[in-house]
């Protein structure tokens, strides 16, 4: 029988594709009949009083009391006929060129405008046409998503069914929103240029023209490059679309922009600057339809009592060095405070400036990242030191001159007091002992993590020694300073500032009610120690001015000539930064952290606080009080003298075991304080301190080091120098021991320096 071959049936690869693209239209357009149903199902009801309304936003402070209100109180209506024909061109050319020949969308326009985009690389033109837009901000919710562009679609053709296209025309240009708070044509018009619609020039109805799509980003207030450079692109479709010719493109783009810088007084709201920040914060999260048009209740932390004496504060002239206006018609130097509950992290007040008379005004508080000097050593420094090495208020460092590399920090009075406390060293502003602080005993990586757990983000590859003084790549704003200070005042808990409690819809349903983020920054212990040497600070250091009765911490700081001066302190209630300096950075002589901005500080918080009782700050568990030498700091020895003796606070467990071992007796020639020769008629005996490096003879306590040059006043000469019988420690003397260590003579005095509070990028130097 013969074997039967059987035929094995080749795979048809166009049938294959044929059959899994029928499968994949049946399941797309399953897919797509299900979406279209939803989306019929929702979508709201054609409204035509919604086209032409809306609700303002209400603003309310801590204590539920209206504020103000933003939003469609600054919206305008006019009618078509007043809206001058290159004005409607300006829009219809960047927007929807074919307005007039669609019925509601355009498959052309979208294509157009994504070939556009793709091109430029940027967004140029809208897909959407002005009825899908007037459908958009008045029925939907700002969401980018499919159910919603088919619902967008499908309300686009019930409007123009429903109405003329001058008619939809019309109720565009009065509803949609051009920035600065400003909805319609109208309102734009006497918001950018103080005029009304019909007065616009070519120029700037393109400006105006070239809002919508990202009114914030083209805000000639905010970004007066990006708004030219929008302007320019509306001319240009204006002509290639041949609304106007090309000569018209080119003189409208060599006009500059000019633009209205008062606030009209009818349109001025209390408090400008802390409104602007919860408005942008707003605006973030919900859009800015949502914002000036949705009928927002918005429970702020506001406390009008504190932001009061903020505002009077920052508009005296006397709490700030000598003034000048610059060419923008602003004071300078000029000033930030930002006021904090530390243990809630909810805004209390906020000042951005001096004053508030331009549109959308720079917010120093929030915005502004400067320099903080000295006022950053408990942040990089002190607090990192005690956490994370346990070291104290009396634990002990070597103000002596030092070197890291090229950089060499110095004391900003010239002085070098030798072996001090940290308490003594942050009270006086010790630049040369906070650097060595961080340089040799916490590590950059260390400081680095400690700031971040207080809100502040640093590289730590662009960053060094000189961070101890407040170096920093970027700087930081005054409400970060107040965020970090607010985490010693909490006990270690480092909360996020916000100044928003509650969000509300017009009908009560609550948006948002944000809880703070919140973390353990650092111990309550370290917290604790840093609050106390920082009451030290006030109490008898440099921050002596923002002294008002009753507990309070702070930390001076000055940039080099001035260019930055601060004050950042807190009581147990309150924590405010304040600051002071030119928008463009320049030199302020005779302006430190302990004088105009200590002295802002003491005027709020003394307002802010006359009412409340007294307290201090809690102290928590885990700290107990000790006695050290206040040179080594370690346990008293038996060499200790008695005005060595420091009793200070201690974290459990970090109080030392071991006894000093720096203090020597030691036989010197009485005449000279040198080691004695044979040839010195008389010898005493002294308390000496013994370490194995050497000072030169400009440090404070260089008398108090062992010598180690022999007698030059006796002898031969009275030039000999070198070792006799005589010139040996007394090992009778209990902790005398060998040959001392090297100790270079050095200079006698270090050259004097005006006392200052600096720091710069080279030579820091800053209380």
């Keep these: 029988m ?302 009008q009592k504190i932001q009061q004496a903020a505002e009077a504060a920052m508009a005296r002239n006397a709490n700030f060095p000598p003034s000048k206006t610059d060419a923008n018609g602003l004071l300078q130097p000029q000033g930030a405070v930002v006021v904090l509950d530390p243990h809630t992290g909810y805004i209390k007040a906020l000042v951005g400036g001096r004053e508030h008379t331009q549109k959308r005004q720079w917010n120093r508080a929030t915005q502004a990242t400067r320099q903080p000097g000295s006022a950053f050593k408990p942040i990089a420094a002190y607090g990192p030191a005690i956490e994370y090495k346990g070291m104290g208020p009396a634990s002990v460092v070597d103000d002596i001159p030092v070197k890291y590399g090229s950089y060499e920090p110095k004391n900003y009075d010239g002085r070098y007091r030798g072996l001090i406390t940290l308490r003594t060293a942050l009270t006086h502003s010790v630049n040369v002992a906070a650097v060595k602080l961080l340089a040799d005993s916490v590590g950059i990586d260390a400081a680095v993590r400690f700031a971040s757990g207080l809100g502040i983000n640093l590289d730590p590859s662009v960053h060094g020694a000189s961070m101890a003084l407040g170096g920093l790549h970027n700087g930081v704003s005054p409400l970060q300073m107040a965020g970090a200070y607010a985490a010693f005042a909490n006990q270690g808990v480092y909360i996020e500032p916000t100044a928003i409690v509650k969000v509300e819809k017009q009908d009560g349903v609550i948006l948002d009610q944000p809880v703070p983020k919140h973390h353990q920054a650092m111990k309550a212990t370290t917290a604790y120690l840093v609050t106390d040497m920082l009451k030290s600070v006030v109490q008898s250091g440099t921050g002596s001015g923002a002294q008002i009765g009753r507990p309070a911490a702070g930390k001076t700081g000055t940039t080099d000539d001035g260019k930055d001066i601060w004050f950042v302190g807190y009581t147990p209630e309150l924590v405010a930064a304040v600051w002071i300096g030119y928008d463009q950075p320049a030199a302020m002589p005779q302006a430190y952290g302990g004088t105009y901005p200590a002295r802002i500080w003491r005027e709020i918080m003394s307002k802010a606080l006359s009412n409340e009782p007294v307290k201090d700050f809690p102290r928590p568990s885990g700290l107990i009080t000790a006695t050290v030498d206040g040179k080594s700091g370690l346990l008293p020895g038996p060499n200790t003298p008695g005005d060595a003796l420091v009793t200070d606070l201690f974290a459990e467990g970090t109080v030392p075991s071991e006894t000093d071992n720096v203090h020597v007796f030691m036989e010197v020639c009485a005449a000279s304080g040198q080691l004695p020769n044979e040839y010195c008629p008389d010898r005493v005996i002294k308390p000496l301190i013994k370490l194995p490096y050497s000072v030169p003879s400009f440090v404070e306590d260089f008398n108090q080091r062992a010598p180690k040059e022999y007698c030059t006043l006796h002898g031969p000469g009275a030039a000999r120098n070198q070792p006799g019988p005589a010139n040996q420690l007394n090992p009778a003397i209990p902790g005398t021991t060998g040959p001392q260590p090297d100790i270079p003579t050095g200079q006698t005095k270090q050259p004097g320096q005006e006392n200052k509070d600096k720091r710069g990028s080279e030579n820091r130097r800053n209380p």
């Design 2 to 303: 013969a074997n039967k071959k059987i035929k094995k049936r080749k795979l048809n690869i166009y049938r294959l594709a044929f059959f899994l693209l029928c499968v994949a239209l049946l399941i797309a357009g399953g897919t797509g009949i299900g979406l279209v149903f939803a989306s019929v199902r929702d979508m709201p009801v054609l409204n035509p009083s919604v086209l032409e309304s809306g609700a303002s936003t209400m603003i309310y402070d801590k204590d539920g009391n209206l504020v103000t209100q933003i939003g469609i109180k600054n919206s305008v209506p006019v009618d078509l006929k007043e809206v001058p024909e290159h004005v409607r061109n300006a829009f219809l050319a960047i927007e929807d060129p074919g307005f007039y020949e669609h019925h509601g969308i355009s498959l052309r326009g979208i294509a157009r405008a994504a070939w556009s985009d793709i091109t430029s690389r940027s967004i140029r033109e809208g897909g959407s046409t002005i009825t899908q837009q007037l459908v958009k901000i008045s029925f939907l919710s700002p969401e980018r998503t499919l159910k919603r562009k088919i619902q967008e679609v499908i309300l686009a053709f019930q409007v123009e069914r429903r109405y003329t296209k001058d008619e939809i025309l019309e109720m565009y240009l009065n509803n949609i929103y051009l920035g600065e708070g400003a909805y319609g044509i109208q309102a734009a018009a006497q918001t950018y240029f103080g005029k009304n619609v019909g007065e616009l020039e070519l120029e700037e109805a393109a400006l105006l023209g070239g809002l919508p799509q990202a009114p914030s980003a083209y805000s000639p207030y905010r970004d007066p490059q990006a708004a030219l450079e929008r302007r320019n692109t509306v001319l240009d479709s204006m002509a290639r679309r041949g609304f106007i010719d090309e000569s018209q493109a080119k003189k409208a783009k060599a006009r500059e922009i000019k633009l209205e810088t008062k606030e009209p007084a009818e349109r001025q709201y209390p408090y400008p600057y802390f409104l602007d920040y919860v408005t942008d914060k707003l605006i973030e999260k919900y859009g800015e339809a949502e914002v000036f048009k949705g009928g927002l209740k918005v429970y702020t932390s506001l406390d």
